[in-house]
């Protein structure tokens, strides 16, 4: 078989319902499946955010009643096209008429119904897949539940891959919730299957009963390997670390790009650099902030959690804007950070710029207005951050972990050669210390133009990842 069908399965993709980076890889990935001749298409909740925004565009595939445990479950199924690529919606409205994800119990009822719907909705659909893609512990039980309860029906010679976005989530719960919702039998809650620490575990179901497992990036599927990264999961990742492969993560390059973006105020290229000044000039004002444009401004887009390096921040912040130096974050998170960034705000007011919130338009005009795009991750399974902050000319400064090692070349001032600014160590001096280097490189604009052009000129697209996936694909089907 040279082109296997592929069914990506998840709990979120773009534009239809997005929270995060899985919704923009479920988003780009299919499309650039298909640019390679690979015939792809995606299942997912339809959320209540999808029947208000997208209702229009969504046509009626089937409709029926599926055993969930005991209970007798709805199970709409709904189809929408978007770039060419067919996408089909789980209806429930108990589990799906709110929040994309609902946390706690809730969250795990959620995705075990999701789990079997996926399952009872493929002889109703007109999509015939040789592989599940599955996508995070919300979709993990889909290959154990292959492997076992399906086996003998059509269902049952589906290969599945599973790939891990970030191991720090993993559907932990009591084995009785599991037994309840999907039937599972108790031969299955030991070590060797899916209990772990005390817990059935989702996300281990999926690492033990899958084909294949892939992690966004080839440095992060190294260090999942170690007890710090691997979260508990370390001895199955171990185990099966010859059937792992690590894949990193593209962006929707066309999406993403200067010259033609229309959410940004002046468009430009990487023959015509100067133009993105224009957009520093604006964002300065866009975020009331009294510089002059010769100032460099450093900046965040980011989730505001102890994972996204913010201790390392905190640390040297005020330290660094005491200096010729602008600061910019855009993201919400933990109380605790957003309360220290408002008091930068207040205590800094010209050279600080603070937005508690997410707004994709304004995260554009970070990127298109700042100097560079500060990463300082604890850990950072793939980041797109660095990729878009790259497509915009915003240099990345980012510690040596994950995505973000594979993603970002250091800067040689010997060569010239690099593509943004990297430190090893999880230290806030360590940190500061590339930041200083970094500025030194900002007031040589010779050596400057020549980073944003590498930045700019870097490959993050789709494509890459695509054929690497492709590669997995057809190691399973042949």
Not at 248 to 272: C, F, H, L
Request: aromatic content about 12%; charged content about 20%; proline content about 4%.
């Amino acid at each position: 078989m040279s082109s296997p069908k592929v069914l990506i399965a998840a709990a979120e993709g773009a534009p239809f319902a997005k929270t995060g980076g899985l919704a923009d890889v479920v988003g780009a990935l299919p499309a650039a499946l298909k640019r390679e001749g690979v015939e792809a298409a995606v299942i997912m909740p339809e959320h209540s955010v999808i029947k208000h925004n997208f209702r229009n565009r969504l046509t009626t595939v089937a409709a029926m009643q599926i055993q969930v445990g005991w209970r007798s479950q709805y199970l709409g199924i709904e189809k929408a096209e978007e770039n060419g690529v067919t996408y089909y919606f789980i209806d429930n409205e108990y589990y799906f008429g709110g929040p994309i994800y609902k946390g706690g119990t809730a969250e795990d009822e959620q995705y075990m119904f999701f789990c079997r719907a996926v399952l009872e909705a493929l002889p109703h659909i007109d999509f015939k897949p040789d592989i599940i893609h599955c996508n995070d512990w919300h979709t993990a039980m889909i290959p154990m539940l292959i492997r076992t309860q399906y086996q003998g029906r059509d269902q049952g010679g589906i290969k599945t891959v599973f790939t891990i976005h970030n191991l720090q989530y993993q559907g932990q719960m009591g084995f009785e919730a599991l037994q309840d919702m999907l039937g599972i039998s108790p031969q299955y809650f030991t070590p060797e299957y899916i209990e772990a620490y005390g817990c059935a575990n989702m996300m281990k179901a999926g690492l033990v009963f899958c084909d294949r497992i892939t992690t966004v990036s080839p440095t992060y599927a190294r260090e999942i390997l170690d007890p710090f990264y691997g979260r508990g999961m370390q001895g199955i990742l171990n185990a099966r670390s010859h059937e792992t492969t690590g894949i990193v993560n593209g962006i929707e390059t066309k999406d993403y790009d200067p010259a033609t973006d229309r959410q940004i105020w002046v468009n430009y290229s990487v023959d015509d650099i100067p133009k993105k000044y224009e957009n520093k000039s604006r964002l300065i004002q866009e975020m009331n902030m009294n510089i002059s444009g010769s100032t460099p401004i450093i900046s965040m887009v980011t989730r505001m959690t102890e994972q996204k390096g913010l201790d390392l921040v905190r640390a040297v912040l005020e330290e660094l804007l005491h200096e010729d130096v602008a600061f910019c974050i855009l993201g919400t998170g933990d109380r605790e950070y957003q309360d220290y960034f408002n008091y930068i705000a207040a205590k800094y007011p010209g050279n600080s710029g603070i937005y508690i919130g997410y707004n994709d338009q304004l995260a554009r005009r970070i990127y298109a207005g700042s100097d560079f795009i500060l990463m300082p991750s604890l850990f950072e399974p793939c980041g797109l951050s660095q990729m878009l902050a790259q497509a915009y000319g915003a240099l990345p400064i980012v510690r040596e972990t994950g995505g973000l090692a594979d993603t970002v070349q250091p800067y040689n001032i010997y060569t010239g050669e690099g593509n943004g600014f990297s430190f090893a160590n999880y230290n806030a001096h360590d940190m500061l210390h590339i930041i200083r280097f970094a500025l030194s490189v900002y007031r040589d604009k010779t050596s400057l133009l020549k980073l944003i052009k590498n930045a700019m000129l870097t490959d993050n697209s789709f494509e890459k990842s695509a054929k690497q996936y492709i590669e997995v694909y057809k190691s399973l089907v042949g």
